[in-house]
């Protein structure tokens, strides 16, 4: 993973010449404000950890797996947000951790945790550290200072239960090596998000994350049946069963408390057999209002494609659902629509045709498999699009929320223009990534020229952005997490008795309060 930017250096994507274009006369991109930093030219502060702290920890994992070099602290330095990216180039390392460390079991982490409460060292689980919340920037204040508690050595898979469809596999896994490994036992988990190449089971778990083929495999947190956490307290086990009336589920409270509670060390998860079978499709409509209205129909009443994404109408002639087309004029007007099938042979058909009817129905021109085929091929590539984009002047953030539908226009229409008075003429695109029966996620992506304080830029947008969600009805965060850039807004959305109930959890589990402090609980 590339320090300050995404993935695989190998993939960096150079800007086409039209869009460099587009950006200099329609946004007024016109170049960043300073070059970027080098590695060497990143300011850590120094590591603070006393000996014997690092000494306490090495005994546990062995000396190799305590780590105080300048490259360990730089790759554990926040996550993947355009406010982090723009931090790291502008060198900024202040946010670095004292240390690294990398336990390679359970008791490991437990007994990590333990030294970490004794001596007062704040502790933030690090999985594919591609959080874009602010959920691996743990506060200092009142501690000896920060450990990054990487788990990429938990990486197993433990073992496959195939009569009842459950995995037991390790938190580290990231989502490529955990669907390997599911391959070779003809099973799948069915969980792409956009930040597939990099993030880790344990991550997936911690922020409630949902994936591209949500529609069809669910979010991951309906995925999880069961897991094993290290807590300062000691060990909780929760799920013994695929369902339970043993009082309220316990799953729920680890699920989603962003390394606050416990470190996830071991998940049971459902899966799927692999698919023999994927179609992917695109169809237009004429207009966002028309799409909504045919979705939310397959959503209520099926049949549910595995993927289904409708994009507004800005997106649509941008060509952001297919990264490989932008700026080209083959993206056309309306709104497209990606569906996809994914499953046994009969089973795609089935629902194709079915899905395809209604899509019929409700106004859709069928384009075809195209549009679906290079959404498919280019549905990881956004990332690295944006790192040319921030490296040419522009800023490129994205934001995600859920509402009801009945709430979606009037959302919609607010974030827009919330984004719209804050950042005066940027481009703000917006398509439905995930639908349920009673409403749907909207995901925002904008685009605008770098000021000369682009972090600030930004913070006040998303600020506007945030507060037109709450106003309107939605969810602060419908797959992102709260990490610290949403703890205000997410204090508002569940209220000061909802908080309290928060915190003494946390106050039970981890006493000393090392467990990411500042994070996620208001
Ligand atoms: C380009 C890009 C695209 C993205 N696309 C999507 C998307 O499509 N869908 C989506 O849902 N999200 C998306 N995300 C957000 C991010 O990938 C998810 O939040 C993901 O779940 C984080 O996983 P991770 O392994 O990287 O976790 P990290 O970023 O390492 O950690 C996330 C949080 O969980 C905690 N944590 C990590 N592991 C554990 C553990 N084992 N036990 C306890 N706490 C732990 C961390 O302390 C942190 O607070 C995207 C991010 C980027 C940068």
């Not at 086990?237 to 996830?264: H, N």
């Not at 659902?321 to 990606?338: D, H, I, K, N, Y």
């Not at 830029?457 to 419908?478: D, F």
Request: charged letters at 20%; proline letters at 6%.
């Amino acid at each position: 993973m590339l320090w300050s930017g995404w993935g695989d250096p190998a993939k960096a994507t150079e800007l086409p010449e039209p869009v460099r274009k587009l950006l200099a006369d329609f946004l007024g991109v016109q170049g960043p404000a300073a070059p970027a930093a080098t590695f060497g030219e990143v300011r850590l502060p120094a590591a603070a950890l006393p000996p014997a702290v690092l000494a306490a920890l090495a005994a546990i994992t062995g000396a190799g797996y305590v780590r105080t070099d300048d490259d360990a602290r730089i790759r554990h330095t926040r996550g993947r947000s355009t406010p982090d990216l723009l931090r790291m180039r502008a060198g900024d390392g202040s946010d670095a951790p004292d240390a690294v460390v990398l336990p390679g079991s359970h008791d490991e982490v437990a007994a990590v945790l333990r030294v970490c409460a004794e001596h007062r060292v704040a502790v933030v689980p690090f999985g594919g550290g591609t959080s874009v919340v602010g959920g691996l920037v743990a506060s200092r204040e009142g501690f000896a200072g920060v450990a990054a508690l990487d788990l990429s050595r938990l990486n197993r898979l433990v073992s496959v239960d195939v009569e009842s469809m459950v995995a037991e596999m390790e938190p580290g896994l990231r989502a490529p090596q955990a669907e390997e490994l599911l391959a070779s036992h003809g099973l799948t988990l069915g969980h792409f998000p956009q930040s597939y190449e990099y993030a880790t089971l344990g991550g997936f778990a911690a922020a409630r994350s949902s994936g591209q083929a949500s529609a069809g495999y669910g979010r991951f947190d309906d995925m999880v049946v069961g897991m094993t956490v290290a807590t300062p307290r000691g060990t909780l086990e929760t799920g013994r069963a695929p369902k339970s009336a043993a009082g309220p589920d316990l799953r729920q409270v680890i699920l989603g408390s962003e390394g606050a509670f416990g470190v996830i060390t071991s998940l049971r998860l459902r899966v799927r057999r692999a698919p023999e079978r994927r179609v992917y499709e695109g169809w237009r409509f004429a207009t966002f209002a028309e799409g909504l209205a045919a979705v939310r129909r397959l959503a209520q009443d099926g049949p549910a494609p595995t993927v289904l994404r409708l994009s507004d109408e800005t997106e649509t002639l941008v060509g952001l659902a297919q990264p490989g087309e932008l700026g080209s004029s083959a993206t056309g007007s309306g709104c497209l629509v990606v569906a996809g099938y994914e499953g046994g042979p009969d089973d795609v058909s089935y629902r194709g045709e079915r899905a395809a009817a209604v899509l019929a129905a409700t106004g859709g021109v069928h384009l075809g498999p195209e549009p679906g085929e290079k959404w498919a091929h280019g549905r990881f590539d956004a990332p690295y699009l944006r790192d040319s984009l921030l490296a040419a002047g522009a800023t490129v953030e994205t934001l995600e929320t859920a509402c009801f539908w009945s709430a979606v226009p009037r959302l919609y229409e607010a974030v827009r223009q919330a984004l719209t008075a804050a950042l005066g003429s940027p481009l703000v695109m917006c398509h439905v990534s995930h639908v349920y029966g009673t409403g749907a996620s909207l995901y925002f992506t904008v685009v605008t020229a770098q000021t000369d304080d682009p972090v600030g830029q930004w913070a006040a947008a998303k600020r506007a952005a945030s507060e037109a969600i709450l106003r309107a009805g939605g969810t602060i965060t419908h797959h992102h997490g709260v990490g610290r850039d949403h703890r205000e807004a997410f204090g508002a959305e569940i209220g000061e008795l909802g908080a309290e109930i928060l915190r003494a959890v946390k106050e039970r589990l981890d006493p000393a309060g090392v467990l990411n402090p500042g994070v996620m609980i208001p």
